[in-house]
């Protein structure tokens, strides 16, 4: 069975869904993958609140076992707490750097955020072009704006208008499938 990590924050972990297990992102994808008859399974490494820096310290952890496929989802609580998208950038690269030098064959896919406009001046334009410089600086597949479809929607969030609901994760979920699938090759 071939392992897709996917390392990030509340996004990824699912925060405030009622079954983590059937209701996150990974596991959404997870079930199109079974769907396919694909042998691959996902790793659910998210942790609601992450920054770059807290994910930079704790990747090591997480690579003692093979990855095939390793999805970035990191950055957005960086903007949150002021912490500025070069630092971001800078940390987010050497999370890179770790996965590949550990395991050079591994396909990579990044899921980029975007903060809104009226977060103006330098943040703003520096944030939102940090995702694909990332992507190609290290050959990645992006997708853009993870939440795509999803911000702002009141029935696909949960209360604190933050975190998508079951419902938009269903959303999000068909946002990431065509680029995660291109990165699974049948498994032997």
């Known amino acids: 069975m071939r392992k897709i990590l996917f390392f990030g924050d509340s996004l990824t972990a699912g925060y405030g869904l009622n079954n983590v297990s059937s209701e996150s992102l990974p596991a959404l994808l997870q079930a199109k993958i079974n769907r396919e008859g694909l042998a691959y399974q996902i ?6 609140g992450e920054t770059s820096s807290g994910g930079l310290r ?13 999805v970035l989802e990191l950055g957005i609580n960086d903007i949150i707490r002021g912490i500025s998208p070069e630092y971001t950038l800078e940390n ?12 050079p064959n591994v396909k990579m896919l ?6 809104p406009s ?39 969030n949960l209360k604190d208008g933050f975190h998508p609901s079951a419902e938009g994760y269903k959303v999000v979920s068909e946002t990431v499938w065509p680029e995660l699938k291109q990165l699974l090759t049948p498994a032997l």
């Open 118 to 156: 009226w977060v103006s001046g330098k943040v703003f334009e520096t944030f939102n072009l940090l995702f694909r410089k990332l992507a190609t600086e290290n050959e990645m597949l992006l997708i853009p704006f993870l939440l795509k479809g999803v911000v702002g929607m009141t029935h696909l």
């Open 92 to 103: 987010l690269q050497a999370i890179v750097d770790k996965v590949k030098s550990k395991y």
């Open 110 to 115: 990044l899921l980029g955020m975007e903060i």
């Open 43 to 48: 790793i659910n490494a998210g942790i609601s």
């Open 58 to 70: 704790r990747i090591d952890s997480l690579l003692h076992q093979p990855i095939d496929v390793f």
